[in-house]
C-alpha cells in the first residue's frame, strides 16, 4: 500500500505559496540554504551554471533578483535569450525548487541606485575593476590593496531581475518522493503532480 500524501503536503496551493515563503526567507537570511542557488542559462550553445547571492524574491511579482556585472558574460548572453533558470537545493528540508522565467536588467535606474546605496556598495571592489568578468588577468590585476577611485563600481553595477512563469518542486522523503510542476495562469498557480 502507497503511504497516504501527508496533509501539508497534500495542497498544491499551499506548497506553491510556501515555496514563495521560503525564497523570500532565503533572499534575507544569509544561512538559508536557497540564499546562494545557482543561475543558469544558454550561451555559448550550452548550459550556463553559477552560484549567485538570492537578493530578492517577492511573492506578489514572482521577480528574483541578484546583482551582478553589466560585463560579465551571463549579461551579454541575456541580450541573445532572457530566459533564466534558477536551482535552490535545502539538504535539511530535502526540498529542490527549480524557478524558470525571462529576466532583464536594471542598471542605473531607480531600482539599482536604491540597491547600491542598501549595500551592494559594499562590494564596490568587485565592480571597480576595469577588467571585465571573465577576461584573462594577472595577479597584479587582483591586488585588492591597489588604489581605486571610490566613486566608482556602480557604473559597471547592474540587478538582474526574473519573473518566473514556472516551478518544478521536488521533495525527497522515505514514504515516497513528491514532485509538482506549477505554472503561472494569469490569476494564480496552476499546479499538478508529476512523477518524481
Ligand atoms: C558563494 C558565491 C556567491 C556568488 N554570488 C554572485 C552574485 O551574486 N553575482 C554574480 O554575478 N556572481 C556571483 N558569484 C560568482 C559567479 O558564480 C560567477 O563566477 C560570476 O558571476 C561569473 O559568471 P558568468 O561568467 O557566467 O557571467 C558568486 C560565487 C560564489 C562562489
Not at 597584479?140 to 540587478?159: Q, R
Amino acid at each position: 500500500m502507497p503511504h497516504p500524501i501527508t496533509p501539508e503536503i497534500s495542497n498544491l496551493d499551499q506548497i506553491a505559496d510556501d515555496q514563495w515563503q521560503s525564497l523570500a526567507a532565503a533572499a534575507q537570511d544569509r544561512h538559508h540554504a536557497w540564499h546562494t542557488p545557482t543561475l543558469g542559462n544558454v550561451g555559448e550553445g550550452m548550459a550556463q551554471l553559477r552560484t549567485v547571492v538570492l537578493r530578492s524574491a517577492d511573492p506578489e511579482t514572482r521577480i528574483l533578483t541578484c546583482h551582478t556585472d553589466s560585463r560579465s558574460p551571463k549579461i551579454v548572453q541575456l541580450a541573445k535569450d532572457p530566459r533564466f533558470s534558477w536551482h535552490f537545493y535545502d539538504r535539511d528540508a530535502k526540498i529542490q525548487l527549480r524557478a524558470y522565467g525571462r529576466a532583464w536588467t536594471h542598471q542605473g535606474d531607480a531600482l539599482a541606485s536604491q540597491r547600491w546605496q542598501d549595500g551592494a556598495w559594499r562590494s564596490a571592489q568587485c565592480y571597480r575593476t576595469p577588467i571585465a568578468p571573465g577576461e584573462v588577468c594577472t595577479e597584479d590585476d587582483l591586488d585588492i590593496d591597489a588604489p581605486v577611485d571610490p566613486a566608482t563600481g556602480e557604473e559597471h553595477f547592474v540587478v538582474l531581475a526574473c519573473e518566473i512563469d514556472t516551478l518544478d518542486w521536488l521533495f525527497l522523503r522515505v514514504e515516497g518522493h513528491r514532485r509538482a510542476r506549477f505554472l503561472w495562469m494569469e490569476r494564480g498557480w496552476q499546479g499538478e503532480w508529476i512523477a518524481p
